[in-house]
């Protein structure tokens, strides 16, 4: 009886402290004084972080090879080894001020599924293998997600090579800098195929932690439009010149801020809208400014709502342009990512078999799991961070709630490999 419960239940043998203690192992590389995580792609702490999954994974029998790009695999065969793999994975790279969690979560989680297979016995239809994706933050090469991008075919490898840091160093430079320091061996071929892709990662947000739920169910990853507003009006004297006779830009600049908030308004709060730059010109106490620039950043997980709102973003802000010329630039465009219906159902099923409360949600961050969805069946699991606090050191999670992810991944991985 108990080993088919055991079988039926791969997840019984996630170990919490385990799993809890690769984190602690890891976050000691590039670890900053603030307690937080200086890990950023291809340099010598990314190399040890490579150097130490790969010495877990020898220990525990698991292959380990590396793609033309420096994405990092680790491989639990499967009865079918010429079936197409289950990936799950994220990345070890981290922000130069990250934390502990962003990123190598969903890696140290996809190695304790991996080592739950082996623990409870569990031999599945198709391998298993867990990614440590290169270069997710594009903090040193942009642009970020990198590694998957190239493997998804979004981003040419060549390109991808070429490009350089600020001190100049290539990807290609860096990249060999680094599998020099942590040597493995090299995949025949770069890409698919994918039989699916599963992603764990902490939120990033507040919402699991206010709605008191242990799994987030990413439903997809909401798109991006990003836009410039130019508004020129006329420097005048402050003093002698009279207000009806001015075209004051930051008046103007002002009101278009104030009109484009009212059109981002959501009593659902889904929007994302950002005037993150403000630049007034030419910025003298006693000159009516004649020139305001401003950057707009707006996200929404729905691809019509993007559209309807984005489109009308240039002409709410020439009907609040007080006189003055009002020249409004979309600068870049991502369209949303939905997961696939498949993956999701599963996760959900996963999470309340476990008994974890839980709740569908959009990521509002990228992730790799947006390019892998090019290619296969795609989702992500969420588990809480300390006050959705993220991209800082004082990132912070529970070994209860990284473990519970980890149980939700490794019954969803099991499934996807026997299916
Ligand atoms: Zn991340």
Known sequence: MVEIRTAAQPSAAVREERLWQRHIEMAKLGATAKGGVNRQALSPEDAAARRLLAAWAAAR???????????????????????????????????????????????????EALEAFVDAGLRLRRPVELVAWMNEEGSRFQPGAMGSAVFAGGLALDAALAITDRAGVSVAEALRQTLAAAPVPQRPALGGPVAAYIEAHIEQGPRLEAEKRTIGVVTGIQGQRRYTVDVVGEEAHAGTTPRAARKDALSAAVAIVAALEQLMADPADTVRFTVGRFEVHPGSPNTVPGRVHFTVDFRHPEAAVLAERGDRIAAVAARHAKGCAVTVAEISRVAPTAFAPLVIDLVRDCAARLGYANMDMPSGAGHDAMHVARIAPAGMIFVPCWRGI??????????????????????????????
């Open 61 to 111: 029998g698991f292959t380990v090879s590396t793609d033309a790009i420096g994405n990092l695999f680790v491989r639990y065969e499967g009865q079918d080894p010429a079936a197409a793999p289950v990936l799950t994975g994220s990345h070890m790279d981290s922000q130069p001020t990250g934390g502990r969690f962003d990123g190598i979560y969903g890696v140290l989680a996809g190695f």
């Open 390 to 419: 993220s991209h800082n050191e004082a990132e912070n999670a529970t070994p209860a709630d990284l473990a519970a992810g980890a149980r939700v991944l490794t019954e969803a991985l099991a499934s996807l490999a026997n299916a």
